[in-house]
């Protein structure tokens, strides 16, 4: 998977409670996203990075924070979790902004209860 | 309205039979296009990209845009069972991974 590698693969957490999420690139790529994918709505950007500090948002990223202290690490942060949250996260990488360079991680399966 | 619109099946075909998968949208500025297959419990992967009208060929899967209908279809001939996944259609305004608008995708078995 075009070196990412996404933890924990798998988690349960209770509602109101801080989560993270962690993606791991070994191919120095400068961008950076985590997507949400959910049944009938297919994916949706939460944040994005084109750098180390250098964060914007997506199309959904209330209730969620993002930080880029390395170039390798792209951190999802969910300050209280709600039952909404309940998600599969993906993580994508690329090169440059080309959107046809972007390759994703095995994703997050988030159950919120 | 979804500016992109993807019938999330199931389908269901027996092995050799040819699919065609379509998508739907709205924004008419959308000129990159995309196909993604993810296999069960994997993400997504880059199968066909098209820029603006026309159709492109790569093995057994066409890529096929009609700009004045606002449709975009995939055609995989010679279906394998091997092909079952769902596919995602994406497709955004300007270069961007940031821009890209997917549809919900459409899960297709091929049956042996």
């Known amino acids: 998977d075009a070196g990412i590698t996404q933890s924990p693969r798998h988690k349960v957490t209770e509602t109101g409670t801080p989560v993270t999420l962690r993606c791991h690139q070994t191919e120095n790529h400068r961008y950076m996203y985590w997507y949400r994918q959910d049944p009938g709505h297919g994916l949706r950007l939460i944040h994005y990075s084109y750098g180390v500090k250098d964060t914007d948002k997506g199309e959904v990223s209330d209730g969620y924070s993002v930080s880029r202290s390395k170039t390798e690490d792209f951190l999802l942060t969910l300050e209280s979790a709600t039952s909404s949250q309940t998600s599969v996260y993906f993580c994508a990488i690329s090169r440059d902004s080309m959107n046809t360079e972007a390759f994703f991680g095995q994703g997050t399966r988030l159950t919120v209860v | ?106 899960r297709l078995t091929i049956n042996p």
């Open chain 2, 1 to 106: 309205q979804k500016e992109v619109e993807q019938d999330p099946g199931p389908l269901s075909v027996p092995e050799g039979a040819i699919v065609s998968l379509n998508c739907t949208y709205s924004n008419s500025a959308f000129q990159y296009f995309m196909w993604y297959r993810q296999y069960s419990r994997k993400g997504p992967e880059l199968l066909m990209y098209t820029y603006s009208s026309g159709n492109k060929e790569d093995g057994r899967f066409t890529a096929q845009v009609d700009k004045s209908s606002k449709y975009i279809s995939l055609f995989i001939r010679d279906s394998q069972p091997s092909d079952s996944a769902t596919y995602l259609c994406a497709m955004s305004v300007s270069q961007g991974a940031q821009k890209l608008v997917f549809g919900q995708g459409t």
